[in-house]
C-alpha cells in the first residue's frame, strides 16, 4: 500500500532555533517528492520539488533532502521565525497514471514560540 | 501568490439544504481539483477535472458533484448537506507539464452542517 508517513506529528521550537521534520514512503513507482507548508486556515503553498535525481533542495531557509534509496525525505528549517508557524506537508508522486497521483503525509505541525 | 479564488471562506448550514462551492483560477491550468481535508489529516482527492467538459471521481468517495464547463471555473455541489459533510475543502490547479506538476492551492471553504 501506498503511504506517506511523517514525523514528528507536532514539534514546538524557540525562535531562532533550527529543526528538521521527516517523512518516510513506501510509494512505488516515485515521480517526485513536494513539501508544501499549510497556515491554519489556508491552502498549502510549494516549498519545494525534487525528482529521482536530486538529492537536496534549497528555499530561502528551507532545506529539503530526498534519499530515494532508503525512501526518506527531510525538511530542515533553519533559523526558525514565528511565521514558520504552520503544518508542513510531505507530498510524494507515483507515475502510475496521467494524473501522476499524489500521496499526502497527515503534515507536522510546526509551532515557533518567541 | 496562486491566483486560484474559492467562496465562500466559511458557511454553516443546516441538514438537507443544497450547496455550491465556488473555486476560480484565473493561471489558464487546465487540470482543476477538489480536496477535502479534516483537522491533522491528510488531504484526499474527491474530484478532478483534465479540462473543459471533463470530470473524474477522486479516490475518496463523495456524495458531491463538480462541473468543468469553463477553463477557470470548478464548482462543487452538495445536492443534501449532512453533518458528515462537515470538513474543509481545498481546491487546486495545475498546468499538467512535465514530470514536475505543481499545484496551486486555494484557500479553502470550511463547511460545517448543522
Known amino acids: 500500500k501506498n503511504q506517506v508517513e511523517q514525523s514528528p506529528q507536532s514539534l514546538i521550537i524557540l525562535e531562532g532555533k533550527n529543526c528538521t521534520l521527516q517523512?518516510?514512503?513506501?510509494?512505488?513507482?516515485?515521480?517526485?517528492l513536494r513539501w508544501y507548508k499549510q497556515d491554519t486556515g489556508r491552502g498549502p503553498v510549494s516549498l519545494t520539488i525534487?525528482?529521482?535525481?536530486?538529492n537536496t533542495k534549497s528555499n530561502g531557509r528551507y532545506t529539503a533532502t530526498l534519499d530515494a534509496d532508503t525512501k526518506q525525505s527531510s525538511l530542515h528549517i533553519t533559523a526558525s521565525q514565528l511565521s514558520d508557524s504552520a503544518s508542513y506537508i510531505c507530498?510524494?508522486?507515483?507515475?502510475?497514471?496521467?494524473?501522476?497521483?499524489?500521496?499526502f503525509g497527515r503534515g507536522t505541525q510546526l509551532t515557533v514560540w518567541p | 501568490e496562486a491566483d486560484i479564488y474559492q467562496t465562500p471562506r466559511y458557511l454553516v448550514i443546516g441538514t438537507g439544504k443544497k450547496i455550491t462551492l465556488e473555486c476560480s483560477q484565473t493561471?489558464?491550468?487546465?487540470?482543476m481539483y477538489w480536496y477535502q481535508q479534516d483537522p491533522g489529516m491528510e488531504l484526499h482527492l474527491i474530484h478532478y477535472?483534465?479540462?473543459?467538459?471533463?470530470?473524474e471521481k477522486g479516490d475518496l468517495s463523495s456524495e458531491s458533484t463538480v462541473s468543468r464547463i469553463r477553463t477557470e471555473h470548478f464548482p462543487l455541489t452538495l445536492e443534501s448537506a449532512r453533518p458528515s459533510h462537515t470538513s474543509q475543502y481545498l481546491c487546486?490547479?495545475?498546468?499538467?507539464?512535465?514530470?514536475?506538476?505543481?499545484?496551486?492551492f486555494g484557500p479553502g471553504t470550511r463547511l460545517t452542517v448543522l
Open positions: 507530498v510524494v508522486s507515483d507515475r502510475g497514471s496521467t494524473l501522476g497521483r499524489l500521496y
Open positions: 487546486a490547479s495545475s498546468d499538467g507539464v512535465g514530470q514536475v506538476d505543481t499545484q496551486y
Open positions: 525534487m525528482t529521482f535525481s536530486e
Open positions: 517523512c518516510n514512503y513506501t510509494v512505488s513507482p516515485f515521480s517526485n
Open positions: 493561471m489558464g491550468h487546465d487540470k
Open positions: 477535472s483534465y479540462g473543459v467538459n471533463s470530470t
